[in-house]
DNA sequence: TGACATTAAATGTATGTACATATATTTGCA
DNA sequence: TGCAAATATATGTACATACATTTAATGTCA
């Protein structure tokens, strides 16, 4: 076997079940992840979250979208849209103006300069998978599938 | 199917290819993990870190631990064992003491209170599984291997 | 021995999540 | 019409991660 078992990872020999093991796995893996996530962002400034967020606004250009929107399509739907785009605004990547129609909500437009950069990065950094290249397609997809089914 | 796919859940009907969706499906796997793992502790009044370092402790107990072995035992290894001992102190749930053999480490020990409460979770909350009754203790073994192998 | 590197822990700063609350605007309905 | 409920966003607080820097103690070796 070529490759690190979570037993050895984490240094602990055994657990008490198949599902203790295979969520501290998981809780291990998304953490590995993400940690290969950030490097590969780093040169470009920005974090996975504000990426997000990016992209969702150059799927939605030249239109605006509003902060309901953003939370609406993003990943992790209980974060702070607010606050990320305060990060995004102050690296001029995205605008932010009051909605004519609707005065409560705000219409967030990705800048020349978010676009630019998103254009860099799906050149460079988005060319190179993410650190999946050890499973297979078909693997891939069977991983998916148990993963919708434990979340019942 | 009685479950909900992945692409159900953040609306995104389809995907580049399996690695993006599994990747996909891993972050957002984990994070309903957590979530639903954060719901279980809240009424202790601690987090999973804080958790999983008392943990650690009453491994250790009687003898102490020092925040270096803490964060080798840890499951992120790259997060700050110091500060979450801090709210553990804070908390009267550990105690910390220079270390009189070594005046740069702390040892840290778990109190009775520390311990009544890791029993009276190990009583309560850690009987109910936390949300993998979906899948059986073979697809849980066979979602183990799948985690591994990606990793490299 | 004494300067310098190493080690252990703590601290500073930026970012993000989670949850509650505040503020402003709009909607709905008595 | 006017007032309460709903809506859209922003803000406050606590906690955690990530990374760099600081402080103190210990090792090392010329």
Redesign the pocket.
């Known amino acids: 076997m070529q490759f690190m078992k979570i037993e050895d990872e984490i240094k602990q020999p055994t657990f008490q079940n198949p599902y203790q093991k295979v969520y501290i796995n998981l809780v291990y893996t998304a953490?590995w992840l993400?940690?290969r996530q950030?490097?590969i962002f780093?040169p470009y400034g920005i974090?996975l979250?504000?990426f997000n967020i990016l992209r969702i606004l150059r799927g939605q250009h030249p239109k605006p979208a509003?902060?309901?929107l953003l939370i609406e399509r993003m990943l992790?739907k209980?974060?702070?849209a607010?606050?990320?785009?305060d990060?995004l605004e102050a690296k001029a990547l995205v605008t932010?103006t009051t909605?004519p129609s609707?005065?409560?909500?705000?219409d967030i437009r990705i800048t020349e300069a978010g676009l630019a950069l998103l254009h860099q990065m799906d050149e460079t950094a988005l060319r190179q998978p993410i650190g999946l290249q050890n499973i297979t397609p078909e693997e891939a997809a069977q991983l998916s599938e148990l993963l919708d089914k434990l979340r019942g």
């Open positions: 953490g993400a940690q950030a490097e780093r974090t979250p504000q509003t902060v309901n992790d209980t974060s702070n607010s606050r990320i785009v990060k932010r909605c609707n005065r409560r909500a705000v």
